[in-house]
């Protein structure tokens, strides 16, 4: 077992949302940067590979690495970006990773927090998230994901407001409707349309966390019929409601105000 001990000096976090009119920009910084997206489209180029990243979606630059970045114009992108160093040597080998548990966009959500508002945030708190968040970026790594369920994933995120069902997603996909369950099923380990549910929560979540958004507009935006039915959701799957979830861990307006006065930056 390896007894080398690693040093890490965090830096900050923010989550930032573009404008349409984000030019395209190539530096590189003496800093690890990691990107966490939460809408929108982003384009990036590294080691001479393109990618393009969206919600769900991460990308690791790491420090002394020039790269290329831009956004979608129609869909500007909105994330968290925590800057770190580390005497670590990170290495990935797919660009962008996925979160698909959507733990790092929690953690990400958590480190802010703290980061911004808490007077007693002290350093064993913040390399403690950053630590897990790191955990979880290599598990990532490792973890084996079938292509299809990959696929699968992605456009349920893209098409998440919409009125899906498992013969739309068949028919998408070229399949009969119990071959695609069966197959989907079988490497996921989860139903199709239990598989939408979750993502619709995941993003629900995530904007009841980091705008003010009313609760009935985020119902409509991931496609559930009204606020019942997504408190219904919630608590049945998290034991919570909508309400709970912003009381425990939004911003107020006036945090929000004064975030933007600061630079464009929000929480």
């Known amino acids: ?34 990107i966490v997206f939460t809408e929108g489209k982003y384009y990036g180029q590294m080691d001479g590979k ?15 690495k020039e790269h290329r970045e831009s956004n979608d114009p129609d869909k500007p992108p909105a994330f968290y970006v925590i800057q770190f160093k580390s005497s670590e040597e990170f290495r990935f080998s797919t660009y ?7 733990r790092i966009r929690t953690l990400c959500q958590w480190l802010n927090e703290q980061w911004w508002w808490a007077t007693n945030c002290d350093n064993a708190y913040k390399h403690g998230i950053l630590g897990a968040i790191i955990a979880e970026l290599l ?46 099923r079988a490497e996921a380990h989860i ?20 705008t003010n ?15 019942a039915a997504l408190t219904h959701m919630f608590y049945r799957t998290m034991n919570t409601t909508p309400t709970r979830v912003r009381n425990g861990t939004g911003r107020s307006r006036e945090e929000n105000c004064r975030l933007r006065r600061r630079g464009g930056i929000e929480y």
Not at 52 to 58: L, M, S
Not at 96 to 102: A, I, L, V
């Open 96 to 102: 962008p990773m996925r979160d698909r548990e959507n």
């Open 213 to 227: 958004i009313p609760v009935k507009q985020i119902a409509r935006m991931v496609g559930f019929s009204d606020t």
């Open 191 to 210: 139903p199709p349309m239990a598989e939408l549910q979750k993502q619709r929560l995941f993003k629900a979540r995530m904007l009841l966390q980091t």
């Open 50 to 64: 393109l990618f393009e990243a969206g919600a769900g979606d991460i990308v690791f630059y790491p420090a002394g």
């Open 1 to 34: 077992m390896s007894t080398e001990v690693f040093t890490r000096q965090f830096i900050w976090c923010f989550f930032f949302r573009c404008g349409s009119d984000r030019i395209e920009e190539v530096h590189c910084h003496d800093y690890h940067e990691l």
């Open 139 to 184: 598990h990532i790594e490792w973890a084996v994901v079938d292509p299809f369920v990959d696929t699968v994933q992605r456009y349920l995120i893209e098409h998440i407001a919409d009125s899906v069902t498992t013969a739309s997603l068949a028919k998408y996909f070229g399949m009969s409707r119990s071959y695609f369950c069966r197959r989907f």
